[in-house]
């Protein structure tokens, strides 16, 4: 299978045109990273892909309208909001917010996300005092049930480098620069535990309700490159 | 195995790349290698260890090279093969081999949602007292093993404090071989960003990891 794997990659990068000088590795960033900013994708990946598509299929090793569920799952339904409404029920809900902390399983159960059963995510709290920010620094670890499938900045070289041994610099890159007696704590998922960031609700928004909460709540708050903005004049209730 | 997929603590990477309304894929093809690659996992005749280790094994250069799903898509066409599912012959032809009866696919769309929750199924309910306890002191072994390991170089010789304990999960160092689950405890341990990253690393900053049993001894 190495000469196949080969062969493949080979033909991927032929395709995207990349004219390719290991010695230029600051070229060689750039085009890898003008693939995904224009998604040139290659033709042949998606022929490729196809094909095999067609031989699983047709040896009824996958089910194509499994494949098309998996993908309206991830693509619709399973995301951000799902995150951003646990968050919003831990602001309004004091005993909730305990429960979540002591064990999301159950928590998140509640709103059918997970079940208590199942894969483990562990909530870290950020506060006055400590800002938490999650990484898998070996490979794309990342809490799908509640945030879906990760961007491609969270799976980069440049985030699962830097994280761990510069993490304000990185939140600086987000535009968060922490004053220096904030604690920074960084999760590193290296097992089968998913790390949620539990963000602080930003102020000024005693007045919202609970759903109006969670419209706040982003993605990257989350995984806690950002802080919840307060919000916008105009748009609260 | 010290391979480039082991980039914690490296520099000179380059910026994070931040794309405003990020689709959650950038192509139709992106989308039907995840797919296939959650479905024809449920056949069980692999793990998520050994799926990792199959991107960890890319040469660097196109580690860095091909885009996520490039590398979902070789390391799924290698797992097919290498576990029988799939034959070299059909891989290359593309179509059955003849005579093969076709088989039943063990993920229809109607379990899709009672699947997702044990997706990663790697908790074990095994008895075994775990070595070590919250609060206690512990340091990172430093092995180098040339197969998959999820303890990062970054954290390996650094002494740390066990923060909790998550409770037993298969062993990824053997699991990702095929030889054998290893059930074992887990814990969070945090490594103050000192330890790690020297004395110009913040005072209170710290990085908490995941630490098999056998990942660690008393300090």
Sequence with gaps: ???????????????????????????????????????????????????????????????????????????????????????????????????????????????????????????????????????????????????????????????????????????????????ADIEVRVWDSTAELRYLVLPERPAGTEHLSEEQLAALVTRDSMVGVTKVAPPQAGVSA | MNGIHDMGGMQDMGPIEYEKNEPVFHAPWESRVFAMFLASSAWHKWNLDAFRHTREVLPADDYLLVSYYEQWFSGLRDLLVRRGLVTGAEMESGVPAPGTAKATPPLTADKVPAALPNRLHAMRDVQGSPRFQAGQRVRARNPNPVGHTRLPRYARGKFGMVDRDHGVFVFPDSNAHFLGEKPQHVYSVRFAARELWGEQAPQKDAVYLDMWDDYLDPA
């Design chain 1, 1 to 179: 299978m190495t000469t196949n794997r080969r062969d493949f990659l080979t033909a991927a990068v032929t395709a995207a045109g990349a004219a390719l000088t290991p010695e230029l590795s600051h070229a060689h960033d750039h085009e890898h990273q003008h693939d995904h900013e224009h998604q040139v994708v290659p033709s042949d990946p998606a022929l490729r892909v196809k094909a095999l598509e067609s031989l699983l299929v047709e040896k009824g090793l996958v089910d194509r309208a499994a494949l098309d569920t998996l993908v309206d799952t991830y693509e619709n339904k399973i995301g951000p909001r799902n995150g951003a409404r646990v968050v919003a029920r831990a602001w309004v809900d004091p005993a909730y917010k305990a429960r979540l902390l002591a064990d999301a399983n159950d928590a998140m159960a509640d709103f059918g996300y997970l079940s208590k059963q199942g894969d483990r995510m562990v909530v870290v709290e950020n506060t006055s005092s400590v800002h938490n920010l999650i990484v898998c620094t070996l490979c794309s670890c990342y809490p799908w049930p509640v945030l879906g499938l990760p961007p491609v900045w969270y799976k980069s070289a440049p985030y699962r480098s830097r994280s761990v041994i510069d993490p304000r610099g990185v939140l600086r890159e987000f535009g968060l620069d922490l004053p």
